[in-house]
């Protein structure tokens, strides 16, 4: 008999909801019966990408991610971890791949450690594995017929690179930046404003060229598993808040009040045909 997850699935919602709100929000215009197994998912990498945060060095920080890589290869049970119980639930429920689920894990090592994003290709790529391959599970689970691939994509990329900017306070206190070299060789973020505004603004522009490619996709227009891209919504408006006068982006937080996230949010979904 199938074990009740039910408590699981709260436990994600909760979770979701304290700790990733603007995806927690989009989730609410989703069909009520696929919307907890989508948040198991967004769950799953709350945990994730917060194990840097949690784990005091780096090699804590990978035996964490091979408990979650035991889990996923079938190797261990999820015991009495909520989010692991919810997430295979739903990989089995809606025959989700595994190895993308891996493929995310092993994208988000570069968090364990300070080593430079070396290029701009390079933080594609690992936008692509991360929030890309979240976009494109969400809408497998909304219409696994759908053919998301490049629209998934275009929107994880923007999104990555519009929640890393607006992250950029905390990564610099924890002494890491996921600013590309290339943008600033031979300069210092902190130091050297004129260079870390011209690179700055390069990486508001990369996430705009890939909004545009998502809004040109009709994947992200159409059908239920359009409603997956939902989170890339409010992208425009927090790179428009960094373009304010007096912004300091190694130390003002980018944030909107809530009613408005839900607004954006609520006027993206009447878009969906």
Excluded: N
């Amino acid at each position: 008999m199938a074990m009740d997850r039910t408590a699981d699935y709260a436990h994600c919602d909760a979770l979701l909801r304290r700790d990733d709100k603007d995806r927690w929000l989009a989730c609410l215009f989703l069909p009520g019966t696929l919307r907890p197994h989508v948040m198991a998912l967004y769950a799953f990498s709350d945990e994730i990408a917060s194990v840097r945060q949690r784990a005091r060095e780096p090699i804590l920080g990978e035996i964490r991610f091979q408990w979650w890589r035991d889990v996923l290869h079938g190797e261990r049970g999820a015991d009495d971890a909520p989010v692991a119980g919810a997430l295979l639930d739903t990989i089995a429920r809606f025959s989700l791949p595994p190895e993308k689920l891996v493929s995310l894990i092993d994208a988000r090592l570069f968090d364990l450690y300070d080593a430079p994003m070396p290029s701009v290709a390079a933080l594609e790529a690992y936008a692509e594995a991360t929030a890309g391959q979240l976009f494109r599970l969400a809408a497998l689970i909304l219409d696994p017929a759908a053919e998301v691939a490049e629209a998934a994509r275009h929107a994880g990329i923007a999104y990555a690179v519009t929640g890393l900017l607006r992250g950029l306070p905390w990564q610099v206190a924890a002494g890491q930046t996921y600013v590309p070299r290339e943008l600033y060789a031979g300069s210092d973020l902190r130091a050297d404003r004129a260079a870390r505004d011209a690179a700055l603004a390069k990486l508001r522009a990369l996430a705009r060229r890939h909004l545009a490619a998502l809004a040109a996709d009709p994947a992200a227009r159409t059908g239920l598993a359009a409603a997956a891209f939902l989170p890339a919504a409010l992208c425009e408006a927090y790179l428009r808040q960094m373009e304010k006068p007096g912004y300091d982006p190694l130390v003002t937080p980018i944030e909107l009040p809530q009613w408005r996230r839900q607004w954006l949010l609520w006027r993206a979904a009447r878009q969906i045909d």
